[in-house]
């Protein structure tokens, strides 16, 4: 299937983590209330046209994995977390261009958060965002 055509087709799955960013997750062990002794709200802010990272807390990489496609590594293990994200330019001048944004787990990765970008139209499309981790 083409870029084109894949890019105007939602997928429900994700693609799969490589070994390398499946090994190296930290586990922080819950209070009796159920958050880490080291609770805190980790953010990326995300240039989309290539996945890199424009300023963030906690972040230990990030990376453009398709059209539209991206994952965000944190510093620790955040399954047990809040992900929330809003498509939004990294700079602080300018206008959005619509779309819409989807965030869930890395699968296969626990210090990860999968985003997905899409223009207003549904299909698949780099958009520049924010993402926070209530962790």
């Known amino acids: 299937m083409s870029e084109s055509a894949a890019s105007k087709s939602k997928s429900t799955s994700q693609p799969p983590a490589s070994a390398a960013e499946s090994a190296g997750t930290e586990s922080v ?11 805190q709200v980790l953010f990326a802010v995300i240039n989309g ?3 890199t990272v424009v300023r963030s807390l906690g972040v230990t990489s990030a990376a453009r ?7 965000v590594i944190f510093s620790h ?7 929330v994200g809003t ?3 990294p700079g602080s001048d300018g206008a959005s261009p619509a779309g819409e944004i989807a965030v ?4 296969g990765v626990a210090n990860g958060v999968f985003v997905q970008t899409f223009n207003s139209a549904g299909a698949y499309a780099d958009r520049s965002f924010h993402l926070a981790v209530l962790s």
């Open 29 to 39: 062990p819950a209070t009796s209330a159920g958050l880490p002794p080291t609770a």
């Open 49 to 51: 046209g290539n996945g």
């Open 65 to 71: 994995l398709a059209v539209g496609m991206y994952q």
């Open 77 to 83: 293990d955040v399954t047990g977390s809040a992900y």
């Open 87 to 89: 498509i939004g330019l």
């Open 104 to 107: 869930v787990g890395r699968s």
